[in-house]
């Protein structure tokens, strides 16, 4: 593979801006490849180069891509003068983008034929054997279960009859996966989790990967727990508090949205430990921050004869900047999988997720060997 599609939902947002502005200073020399676990030294396997990647996607917003990166400039998420000199590239990008499905505007199966229809169009416009669907759209509440979700036969007559029931992110899935592409969820969003969509998927022969991009605050905690696990140190509580800002706490602010996140969150400590913890993770909206978040965490653990100690730290980062290499590393990763055979859920893939899909594992250091081991399988 040459070259392959990136379909970003959400592409003129944060992430898929950052994305797509670095894959294009990378190819054109203007900025290492940091942050890109796939191009680390010694990293195995035989992926589409970064300058392979071409852009496109779906979105519900009319700001163009060049601005959209001006604006990230100006927020320091990306160096100031590259959107000028990347600008005719960002365009070309800009020009790939179309409209996104906004619920309630008319039935879902036509939505999902035209969303197909636009990928199919990109894919042989650019001579593309592989498209990977990447959802880096802003986070839904968690669905409400239906047992029409439960048959790929049942939902797909439920559709054709006018139903409007699945949620944006699995409507996208949906038409990923009729499209004949790989899908990664970026969010925590339903996406590709229902049972019709994981038969789907096995139908057409496709991969997919998720839920929930590891970042910041949550790639710590399964960096650290496991070392209370492993040192025999009982984690008597685990609490944290995220302030952020920009669009991404803006939805946030919502609480059924915020539920879906603190719930994709506070798994990943229970799930290391083996056990529940008292103590959650709690997110406030703080307009002034823009595209910055800033994490704080409290820790009690208990030592040799009961001894009650203490941890706590603090994470500050912008999200777009850490999540932006995770999107171009896993689009390279699902398509080499796809051209492999793979189909359905990839767990090989947890390392970048607080929700992995198909495995309970979450400490870090066993996420990023089965990673390796993935690669060197997919070479």
Same mark, same amino acid.
């Given at each position: 593979?040459?070259?392959?599609?990136?379909?970003?939902?959400?592409?003129?947002?944060?992430?898929?801006?950052?994305?797509?502005?670095?894959?294009?200073?990378?190819?054109?020399?203007?900025?290492?490849?940091?942050?890109?676990?796939?191009?680390?030294?010694?990293?195995?396997?035989?992926?589409?180069?970064?300058?392979?990647?071409?852009?496109?996607?779906?979105?519900?917003?009319?700001?163009?891509?060049?601005?959209?990166?001006?604006?990230?400039?100006?927020?320091?998420?990306?160096?100031?003068?590259?959107?000028?000199?990347?600008?005719?590239?960002?365009?070309?990008?800009?020009?790939?983008?179309?409209?996104?499905?906004?619920?309630?505007?008319?039935?879902?199966?036509?939505?999902?034929?035209?969303?197909?229809?636009?990928?199919?169009?990109?894919?042989?416009?650019?001579?593309?054997?592989?498209?990977?669907?990447?959802?880096?759209?802003?986070?839904?509440?968690?669905?409400?279960?239906?047992?029409?979700?439960?048959?790929?036969?049942?939902?797909?007559?439920?559709?054709?009859?006018?139903?409007?029931?699945?949620?944006?992110?699995?409507?996208?899935?949906?038409?990923?996966?009729?499209?004949?592409?790989?899908?990664?969820?970026?969010?925590?969003?339903?996406?590709?989790?229902?049972?019709?969509?994981?038969?789907?998927?096995?139908?057409?022969?496709? /991969?997919?990967? $998720?839920?929930?991009? +590891?970042?910041?605050?949550?790639?710590?905690?399964? @960096? =650290? #727990?496991?070392?209370? !696990?492993?040192?025999?140190?009982?984690?008597?509580?685990?609490?944290?508090?995220?302030?952020?800002?920009?669009?991404?706490g803006a939805t946030l602010s919502d609480p059924a949205t915020r539920s879906s996140k603190q719930l994709s969150?506070?798994?990943?400590?229970?799930?290391?430990?083996?056990?529940?913890?008292?103590?959650?993770?709690?997110?406030?909206?703080?307009?002034?921050?823009?595209?910055?978040?800033?994490?704080?965490d409290h820790v009690t653990f208990e030592g040799f004869l009961g001894v009650r100690m203490t941890l706590q730290?603090?994470?500050?980062?912008?999200?777009?900047?850490?999540?932006?290499?995770?999107?171009?590393?896993?689009?390279?990763?699902?398509?080499?999988?796809?051209?492999?055979?793979?189909?359905?859920?990839? /767990?090989?893939? $947890?390392?970048?997720? +607080?929700?992995?899909?198909?495995?309970?594992?979450? @400490? =870090? #250091?066993?996420?990023? !060997?089965?990673?390796?081991?993935?690669?060197?399988?997919?070479?």
């Open positions: 593979m040459d070259k392959v599609g990136v379909w970003l939902i959400g592409a003129r947002g944060s992430v898929a801006t950052a994305a797509a502005a670095g894959a294009l200073a990378i190819r054109a020399g203007l900025a290492p490849s940091q942050g890109c676990v796939t191009e680390s030294s010694g990293f195995p396997g035989q992926l589409v180069p970064l300058a392979g990647l071409i852009f496109g996607g779906h979105d519900i917003t009319g700001i163009s891509l060049r601005k959209r990166a001006e604006q990230l400039s100006r927020a320091g998420v990306i160096p100031p003068d590259l959107p000028g000199l990347i600008a005719s590239d960002l365009d070309a990008a800009d020009a790939e983008i179309r409209p996104g499905h906004v619920p309630g505007d008319g039935g879902q199966a036509a939505a999902a034929a035209r969303l197909i229809g636009d990928i199919a169009d990109f894919r042989a416009r650019h001579r593309l054997a592989r498209v990977v669907v990447v959802n880096v759209s802003s986070t839904e509440p968690p669905a409400d279960p239906r047992p029409e979700f439960e048959r790929l036969a049942d939902l797909e007559e439920l559709l054709a009859t006018g139903g409007d029931v699945l949620p944006p992110s699995a409507l996208y899935a949906y038409a990923a996966f009729h499209a004949g592409c790989g899908y990664v969820e970026f969010t925590p969003s339903t996406g590709p989790t229902l049972p019709a969509l994981a038969e789907l998927a096995a139908l057409r022969e496709v /991969p997919y990967a $998720g839920r929930d991009g +590891k970042t910041g605050e949550t790639l710590v905690k399964s @960096a =650290l #727990a496991p070392m209370f !696990a492993d040192r025999a140190l009982r984690v008597r509580s685990w609490s944290g508090l995220n302030l952020l800002g920009g669009g991404d969150k506070d798994q990943v400590v229970a799930g290391v430990l083996g056990e529940p913890v008292e103590g959650q993770t709690h997110i406030d909206y703080v307009p002034d921050l823009g595209e910055w978040k800033t994490a704080w730290f603090t994470w500050q980062g912008c999200d777009s900047a850490l999540a932006a290499p995770l999107v171009l590393d896993l689009a390279r990763l699902v398509a080499r999988a796809h051209e492999k055979g793979r189909r359905g859920a990839l /767990p090989e893939l $947890g390392y970048f997720f +607080k929700n992995p899909l198909g495995t309970d594992e979450h @400490a =870090l #250091a066993a996420q990023y !060997a089965r990673l390796r081991a993935f690669a060197e399988e997919l070479s």
